[in-house]
């Protein structure tokens, strides 16, 4: 069974990067059809997509407001795909998630259990 | 705001049936699949439904999609007090190409 799980430090600093690490066990990265995402949750509100990355790298796609702070990345000889987020403000304190995105029909599963990240100096 | 609008709140007795709507365009749900989501209290979201009306595996009957032009339909039988939560609806944005949810649903069973 697939499983994703999410790593990372969960205090940052106002203006320095976010970098999350998500491990996935149970199965290959790499194979096809699947992208793999980031989605985040700020306290008490809904859920906000984030991107998503083939597992090839050949095709990424980003939420529009944070595309000039954010990259994605895929190490598939660990199994793990990564995000940074540059630039971090107070604004970007949430519940970070990893999922596996079924882009031709957009669905997310599964999804890791995520990690709370706090933006304060 | 979102992109998809869903209602803040239902909610129903034990044993009852109830529906949460998701509305969009034809950007969004008009043109592409509608997934939802089941959030229980303090755990991570959960694939309820894919391709406007699957179910996963291990999902029960009780949950059921549908989908008809802009909009989609969660219906929810049989209620019983652990499904209890939000629930979201999602799909992709066809002019942005970008993933959305809707605002989230919290289902009360009184």
């Known amino acids: 069974q697939l499983q994703l799980q999410e790593s990372g430090p969960g205090l940052v600093k106002p203006s320095e990067t976010l970098s999350l690490t998500c491990t996935v066990s149970?199965?290959?990265?790499?194979?096809?059809?699947?992208?793999w995402g980031w989605i985040r949750q700020p306290p008490g509100k809904g859920l906000e997509w984030i991107g998503s990355?083939?597992?090839?790298?050949?095709?990424?796609y980003y939420r529009s407001s944070l595309k000039s702070r954010v990259t994605i990345s895929i190490d598939t000889s660990k199994n793990q795909f990564s995000l940074k987020m540059s630039a971090v403000t107070v604004a970007d304190t949430a519940l970070y998630y990893c999922a596996r995105h079924h882009r031709e029909d957009d669905w997310f599963d599964p999804w890791g259990q995520g990690t709370l990240v706090t933006v304060s100096s | 705001q979102s992109v998809l609008t869903q209602p803040p709140s239902v909610s129903a007795a034990p044993g009852q049936k109830v529906t949460i709507s998701c509305s969009g365009s034809?950007?969004?749900?008009?043109?592409?699949?509608v997934s939802w989501y089941q959030q229980l209290p303090g755990t991570a979201p959960k694939l309820l439904i894919y391709?406007?009306?699957k179910r996963p595996s291990g999902i029960p009957d009780r949950f059921s999609g549908s989908k008809s032009g802009t909009s989609a339909t969660l219906g929810i039988t049989g209620l019983q007090t652990g499904d209890e939560g939000d629930y979201y609806c999602g799909t992709w944005e066809t002019s942005l190409s970008a993933g959305v949810f809707g605002g989230g649903t919290k289902l009360t069973v009184l």
């Open positions: 990355m083939y597992y090839s790298g050949r095709s990424t």
């Open positions: 034809g950007s969004n749900i008009g043109n592409n699949y």
């Open positions: 391709e406007n009306n």
């Open positions: 149970g199965g290959s990265i790499s194979r096809s059809t699947y992208y």
